[in-house]
């Protein structure tokens, strides 16, 4: 079961947090927990280590105090004996301590690779604080609760930031460190996020990690199932801040749910589905506040879900355009160079397109990358282009991209047709089917993406 950062953030939803432990391990033979730190700690820990970056001493050290004082007073409310509170705040001081000392080192390094792998060890506090806490808390309530540190069990490349696991090496260390301990009956609370080089330099998973770490344990330890928990309901059929009957999807399968997650559901990492469709692992995203509700099932579905829109997706974007055709390499090359630049993350193209005298070049920004970066990064491209020597002529403007998500949609079904009637005042700039038969994508402009959200919304309730 992973708990995310929202779950454990607040003492209502600890306090089911820890029902739900006692109850489940009665049930289930062997239980492993991976958590989030604390929700908004990571983002802090991130503007921390930026800080130091820039040798912001107290900068970075209000940052620390407000994160100290945080879960302190989380603790300070929770049902817990003086053994434990004493031990987790003398825990906290120490992570806490050490971290300012990484601050502190990172202020001294020029080198932008130490840099970053002293960025991923400042990053990763939050989980370690959490899982001490829930161990905490279990071991109050008589389960044998240990917090793992997971820097030495998930073995990573040296990608800081991002890194991508050595599944053998990991399984070997799985298999060596947390299966014995569940052998003595003990709950593994095993950091989300984290991991580390073979020789032991800190790494992170990439925002949203935890999810990948608990797909990677319960893949390596062939879980029953594995369990999200967070504070919604589960999947949605539509983002609800956007869309307001958006409801809860019953089922999906592994590969709709990884489109899902593709186009833009901030809720599940996506490189976490595949270990679990590989090993077929169910998955349940399940809400803390109402455990008894089934939430979301990720699973091998069968045909009888085939043809059926389960989902509507609407992501930001920026659409390149330019009355020439030919090699599209040297304009991909210079946008993601900017992009890195402007908002640190690479592009993903999305869907290119050329005729016999227009190209046409869609990317999405990230929407990890903050509020502000479609705007930031089409300013810096527009910029950028004016300078090059024969793409000047390149026209940049925001775009949406409306992906729609169901199995085998392309294969006779007659949705697509029925979408593009729905849809037919409006001007599209690019449609793309993709190479899964589980999304289809539609560009537009940015001022008709909420029009056509919605109207695709309201086809998905009318069928269902
Ligand atoms: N705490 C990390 C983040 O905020 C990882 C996670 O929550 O999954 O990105
Ligand atoms: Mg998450």
């Given at each position: 079961?992973?708990?995310?950062g ?30 989030s ?21 107290r ?30 705040q ?10 300012l ?157 990884a ?17 679990l ?40 974007g ?40 227009r ?40 775009t ?24 037919d ?22 001022q ?17």
């Amino acid at each position: 079961m992973k708990f995310g950062g929202s779950s454990v953030g607040t003492i209502s939803a600890l306090t089911q947090v820890i029902s739900i432990v006692l109850q489940e391990q009665e049930r289930w033979d062997r239980l492993i927990l991976v958590v989030s730190a604390l929700e908004g700690v990571t983002d802090s820990l991130i503007e921390a280590a930026h800080l130091a970056q820039l040798s912001n001493r107290r900068g970075y050290r209000r940052i620390t105090a407000t994160i100290r004082a945080r879960h302190l007073s989380l603790i300070d409310e929770l049902p817990l004996s003086i053994n434990e509170r004493s031990g987790l705040q003398a825990d906290i001081d120490q992570l806490l301590f050490d971290m300012l000392n990484q601050c502190q080192s990172l202020s001294d390094i020029s080198n932008g690779t130490d840099m970053m792998n002293k960025t991923d060890e400042i990053i990763g506090v939050g989980e370690r604080l959490t899982a001490r806490i829930i161990a905490s808390l279990l071991r109050d309530n008589n389960l044998r609760g240990v917090a793992i540190d997971s820097t030495e069990i998930i073995i990573t490349d040296e990608t800081a930031g991002n890194a991508t696991p050595d599944l053998l090496l990991t399984n070997q260390r799985i298999a060596q460190h947390l299966v014995p301990m569940l052998e003595r009956d003990i709950v593994p609370i095993v950091t989300g996020f984290l991991g580390g080089t073979i020789d032991g330099t800190p790494t992170t998973l990439g925002r949203g990690g935890s999810d990948y770490t608990a797909s990677i344990i319960g893949a390596s330890v062939n879980a029953q199932e594995i369990w999200m928990w967070s504070i919604v309901d589960g999947l949605m059929s539509s983002d609800p801040n956007e869309v307001d009957n958006a409801h809860v999807i019953d089922e999906l399968s592994y590969e709709e749910v990884a489109e899902l997650a593709y186009f833009g559901a901030k809720i599940l990492h996506a490189r976490m589905i595949g270990p679990l469709k590989q090993h077929n692992i169910p998955l349940r995203i399940k809400n803390v506040f109402k455990p008894q509700q089934d939430g979301t099932l990720i699973h091998n579905t069968s045909a009888k879900n085939n043809h059926v829109i389960k989902a509507v997706t609407s992501i930001n974007g920026i659409a390149l355009s330019a009355n020439q055709s030919g090699s599209l390499s040297r304009i991909s090359a210079i946008v993601d160079e900017t992009l890195f630049k402007t908002i640190g993350t690479h592009a993903d193209v999305m869907i290119s397109s050329q005729s016999s005298s227009r190209s046409f070049v869609t990317f999405v920004i990230s929407t990890t990358a903050g509020p502000d970066a479609v705007r930031t990064s089409q300013i810096a491209l527009q910029e950028r282009l004016q300078d090059e020597i024969g793409l000047s002529n390149w026209n940049v403007d925001t775009t949406a991209i409306i992906t729609i998500i169901g199995s085998e949609l392309d294969r006779n079904s007659g949705i697509i047709s029925k979408i593009l009637r729905i849809i037919d005042k409006t001007h599209i700039l690019a449609y793309s089917q993709g190479p899964s038969h589980h999304s289809f994508s539609l560009v537009v402009n940015t001022q008709d993406s909420d029009h056509i959200l919605h109207r695709i919304h309201d086809f998905i309730v009318n069928n269902v």
